[in-house]
T-cell receptor
């Protein structure tokens, strides 16, 4: 069965600093990988996804993530944090076939300090 | 283009009651999935429907059921509500995860008292 582990339930960085949110997955075959952001009392917004091809994926709002098969990781980064980045971030995986359900990690709450 | 729309946005129910939540996918999306997000946790998969057929079911009791209509909209039904059913219920639609990923609605906040 697939699983996702997000290291760090809370991450705090200063405005302008590097953001690094960690995600490791467990899957028998390379899955599809996603990062979503959730602002308070809202649904989930897709930041970026990896399905095939280039392992460095660029998303919205300056975020990017790199798929590393050997490390079963898909860490999310942003070079310079902005106050508006404060939110909950979820890493998720899905199979390449079948029901294609999303399996989410527990989430990481990102706080930006002025 | 309209995104995924869910209704109602909020509702309060009493234990033992029944609830129906509704979802309209993005135009052209034939796949709809439902997720439950309990406060402080990641969303948990409940159901997936494609072309009106159930394609996947998560680890939820039989009190939870769903269906998809010819226009690809969907309903999630929960019977005999428990306090633990209080959560944000999210609907997602997709053309295919490899194409555009999954687009989520803003959810329905269900409170069971």
């Amino acid at each position: 069965a697939q699983s996702v582990t997000q290291l760090g339930s809370h991450v705090s960085v200063s405005e302008g600093a590097l953001v690094l949110l960690r995600c490791n997955y467990s899957s028998s075959v390379p899955p599809y990988l996603f990062w979503y952001v959730q602002y308070p009392n809202q649904g989930l917004q897709l930041l970026l996804k990896y399905t095939t091809g280039a392992t460095l994926v660029k998303g919205i709002n300056g975020f990017e993530a790199e798929f590393k098969k050997s490390e079963t990781s898909f860490h999310l980064t942003k070079p310079s944090a902005h106050m508006s980045d404060a939110a909950e971030y979820f890493c998720a995986v899905s199979d390449r076939g079948g029901a294609q359900k999303l399996v989410f990690g527990q989430g990481t709450r990102l706080t930006i300090n002025p | 283009d309209a995104g995924v729309t869910q209704s109602p946005t909020h509702l309060i129910k009493t234990r033992g009651q029944h609830v129906t939540l509704r979802c309209s996918p993005i135009s052209g999306h034939k796949s709809v999935s439902w997720y439950q997000q309990v406060l402080g946790q990641g969303p948990q998969f409940i159901f997936q429907y494609y072309e009106k057929e159930e394609r996947g079911r998560g680890n939820f009791p039989d009190r939870f059921s769903a269906r998809q209509f010819p226009n690809y909209s969907s309903e999630l039904n929960v019977n005999a509500l428990l306090l633990g059913d209080s959560a944000l219920y999210l609907c997602a639609s997709t053309l295919g995860p490899e194409i555009g990923g999954y687009t989520f609605g803003s959810g329905t906040r269900l409170t069971v008292v």
